[in-house]
Antibody, heavy 121, light 107 residues
Framework: QITLKESGPSLVKPTQTLTLTCTFS??????????VGWIRQPPGKALEWLAV???????RYRPSLQSRLTITRGTSKNQVVLTMTNMDPVDTATYYC?????????????WGQGTLVTVSS | SYELTQPPSVSVSPGQTASITCSGDKLGYNHACWYQQKPGQSPVLVIYQDTRRPSGIPERFSGSNSGNTATLTISGTQAMDEADYYC??????????FGGGTKLTVL
């Protein structure tokens, strides 16, 4: 059974850096074709893909946010970390991490519960 | 940048067929997938590779993709299917692209 859970601050100030951790179980990020992605959803708005890291360390970012995003493996082999610099109130959203298996590029078949991040002074 | 367009809302009567479209330039040359999201819950994958259903997804959910439009079809729609639905495709330049979402109302 695949599970993922996001953790990090619920409140950050403008200009600060956000660091979110995705802790997962039930799969290995060393398995070919596997990836872990981050997706966010502002309140009442649509899903927005942010980044993905693959089993072979390949990484892809949303072009409009690429300069602010970094996705890495965590210190534990069952963790993935997303950092976003220079946070702004428009970045207020629920942030999800999700598992990408072998169902196709960018197809996320298991999602975490999400964590709400509010950007406010 | 690559964009996917969905109608904001679709209404359907119980037991009828609901169709939700997703339009994008040459979308038929990509694979589309669909997610269902109920209020306060995380998205759930209901269709991938245009037409395939993950295990556990009812047969009443089906998909198609041709030309510039992918379509999610729900046959014999039930009240439990009321949710937001998002299409998604992978673009070589933009990465994962989601549509704006469609609110399905069963009334």
């Amino acid at each position: 059974q695949i599970t993922l859970k996001e953790s990090g601050p619920s409140l950050v100030k403008p200009t600060q850096t956000l660091t979110l951790t995705c802790t997962f179980s039930g799969f290995s990020l060393s398995t070919p074709a596997v990836g872990v992605g981050w997706i966010r959803q502002p309140p009442g708005k649509a899903l927005e893909w942010l980044a993905v890291i693959y089993w072979d360390e390949d990484k892809r970012y949303r072009p409009s946010l690429q300069s602010r995003l970094t996705i890495t493996r965590g210190t534990s082999k069952n963790q993935v970390v997303l950092t976003m610099t220079n946070m702004d109130p428009v970045d207020t959203a629920t942030y999800y991490c999700a598992h990408k298996g072998d169902l196709g590029p960018g197809v996320f078949d298991n999602w975490g519960q999400g964590t709400l991040v509010t950007v406010s002074s | 940048s690559y964009e996917l367009t969905q109608p904001p809302s679709v209404s359907v009567s119980p037991g009828q067929t609901a169709s939700i479209t997703c339009s994008g330039d040459k979308l038929g040359y990509n694979h589309a997938c669909w997610y269902q999201q109920k209020p306060g819950q995380s998205p759930v994958l209901v269709i991938y590779q245009d037409t395939r259903r993950p295990s556990g997804i009812p047969e009443r959910f089906s998909g198609s993709n041709s030309g510039n439009t992918a379509t999610l079809t729900i046959s014999g729609t039930q009240a439990m299917d009321e949710a937001d639905y998002y299409c998604q495709a992978w673009d070589s330049s933009d990465g994962g692209v989601f549509g704006g979402g469609t609110k399905l109302t069963v009334l």
